[in-house]
Structures are given as structure tokens and as C-alpha cells.
């Protein structure tokens, strides 16, 4: 009856035993996933949220602005309409 080899002899021959950088079926890019695969991922950093700003407040403060403006115009037009009407009315 054969004697049981001990786990240390067992490694020694796994490691010892030759194994074939590509198989015969294998392509050079399949070798390279085979590698990538028996690697570990490398851990990432731990993210920080960043600060977003938004525009809001001061896209509403330009828009409430930009409206002024358009009011403004709108009503020196029509006061200007009224002192012409005026004066055409003076002159007849």
C-alpha cells in the first residue's frame, strides 16, 4: 500500500508540475483576460461629493433685470407716443 504524501510535499508538487503559458486552444487575448482575471481590482479612493452651485439665483436676478428694462423701454415709448399725439393735436 502506498503512504499518503503530506500537504507540504503535495505543493511542492503542484508548483512543480509545468503549466503551459497558452493552451493550444487559446488566442493572445484570451491568455490576457485569463491574466486579468486571476489579479485583484485595485481599490478605489473614497470620493467626496463635490459642492455644486447652481446659477438660479442669479439667473433670476439677470431675468428680473433683462424684464425691468423691457418695461422701462415700453413705457418711455408709449409716454413718447403721448407727448407726440399731443403736440399733433396743439398744432391743428
Known sequence: MEKPLAKSAL???VK????????????SSG???GMAASQKPQTREST??????LHTQQRAIRR???????ATKLYMMEQQR???EKLQKVNK
Open 16 to 27: 512543480a508540475s509545468p503549466q503551459p503559458a497558452m493552451s493550444w486552444g487559446s488566442t
Open 31 to 33: 491568455s490576457a483576460r
Open 82 to 84: 403721448k407727448q407726440q
Open 11 to 13: 505543493k511542492k508538487v
Open 64 to 70: 428680473a433685470m433683462f424684464n425691468y428694462t423691457v
Open 48 to 53: 467626496k461629493p463635490l459642492d455644486i452651485k
